[in-house]
Nanobody, 126 residues
Framework: QVQLVESGGGLVQAGGSLRISCAASGRTFSSYAMGWFRQAPGREREFVAGCSRSGGSTYADSVKGRFTISRDNAKNTVYLQMNSLKPEDTAAYYC????????????????????WGQGTQVTVSS
């Protein structure tokens, strides 16, 4: 029942940084665990980062140490801060929400999520 809209994508040089955002509508944002996924041409959608209702996080090995997921419940927004970007990070990035009774759980499988945004393109040049 939550609407998600991503923004902030663009073209970045390798080694640069970018922060993308996902704005959620509704009054129950704090009841959702959130996640970021990405999909490059010819590839399946893959997990990037997940955030629990309490703000705890988990990351794919490919982005660990470079990316940070965070949420601001007052703004109904989840962020993905991307540092030390590599050309292989080029993809369409999607945010997702999962209604959850658990405070501390995060989720890594796309099939676990209930709602999806339309995506924002991130392109990293060499």
């Amino acid at each position: 029942q939550v609407q998600l809209v991503e923004s902030g994508g663009g073209l970045v040089q390798a080694g640069g940084s970018l922060r993308i955002s996902c704005a959620a509508s509704g009054r129950t944002f704090s009841s959702y665990a959130m996640g970021w996924f990405r999909q490059a041409p010819g590839r399946e959608r893959e997990f990037v980062a997940g955030c629990s209702r309490s703000g705890g996080s988990t990351y794919a090995d490919s982005v660990k140490g470079r990316f940070t997921i965070s949420r601001d419940n007052a703004k109904n927004t989840v962020y993905l801060q991307m540092n030390s970007l590599k050309p292989e990070d080029t993809a369409a990035y999607y945010c997702a929400a999962k209604a959850s009774l658990a405070i501390y759980y995060y989720y890594t499988r796309s099939s676990e999520y209930d709602s999806w945004g339309q995506g924002t393109q991130v392109t990293v040049s060499s």
